[in-house]
């Protein structure tokens, strides 16, 4: 994972509600390395105790549990809370569970067994909205395309809305091909001609604010990140 995008998931706090104590033990164990903040419980009526407390950003929890089960524990959440994000573990994919959680409003399901893919990608998701979209261009450096800034270490490095929309196109071109002429002309300069003198001026006043060079030049086709 990015360190960038790492570091956002540390600010947030999260609540795991699971009766199994050695799946629940797993759990805070593995999202011990996103978060910060963990507040474990082995019940829904713990679990509720625990959100009263701590009011954490996330809550992951198990549908069936012997003490006060996950459908309960959340409509009680639910109750007056529709920020707080949800995500539930079950084993069940039947319509009518499926209808219930709509009805919860719940942010995404994981069907068990649970694994660390599953995990992660449910954590996105459940978190897009509060998620910046940072670009890793190379070790160390990131777009942070929201804000148009270039972060280095400890550097942030702003950047010009055309720079920025370079950057990007580049970026989704990284790992298959080279961003051409072309496409550079219909995405960045939209309705505008683009010269050649042009492009090398941009190029050059971009690299110029970039602290490495990863901006390659394919000539007569392009131009890729290193």
Not at 82 to 111: G, P, R
Not at 180 to 190: L, M, N, R
Request: aromatic residues 8%; glycine residues 4%.
């Amino acid at each position: 994972m990015d360190e960038a995008l790492l570091a956002q998931l540390k600010n947030f706090s999260i609540l795991c509600v699971e009766d199994e104590e050695g799946i629940r033990k797993r759990l805070v164990n593995t999202l011990k390395y996103y978060f910060a903040e963990i507040h474990e419980a082995s019940s829904g009526n713990i679990g509720y105790k625990q959100y009263i407390k701590y009011k954490p950003d996330i809550i992951i929890s198990d549908i069936q549990m012997s003490d006060g089960d996950g459908i309960s524990f959340i409509n009680k959440v639910r109750e007056s809370d529709l920020d707080t994000k949800v995500i539930m573990l079950t084993a069940f994919t039947t319509e009518e569970f499926l209808m219930d959680l709509i009805n919860l409003q719940i942010n995404h399901y994981i069907i068990k067994p649970l694994n660390s893919d599953k995990l992660l990608e449910g954590l996105l998701k459940s978190l897009g909205d509060k998620i910046t979209p940072i670009l890793n261009l190379s070790d160390g450096l990131y777009l942070d395309a929201a804000k148009r800034e270039l972060m280095y270490k400890e550097e942030i490095i702003p950047l010009r809305k055309r720079e920025n929309e370079f950057l990007q196109l580049l970026h989704k071109d990284k790992k298959c091909c080279i961003t051409t002429y072309d496409q550079i002309e219909a995405h960045i300069w939209e309705e505008k001609h683009m010269s050649a003198t042009a492009l090398k001026t941009f190029i050059k006043e971009l690299r110029k604010k970039i602290p490495i060079d990863i901006i390659v030049n394919i000539p007569q086709e392009g131009y890729k990140l290193q």
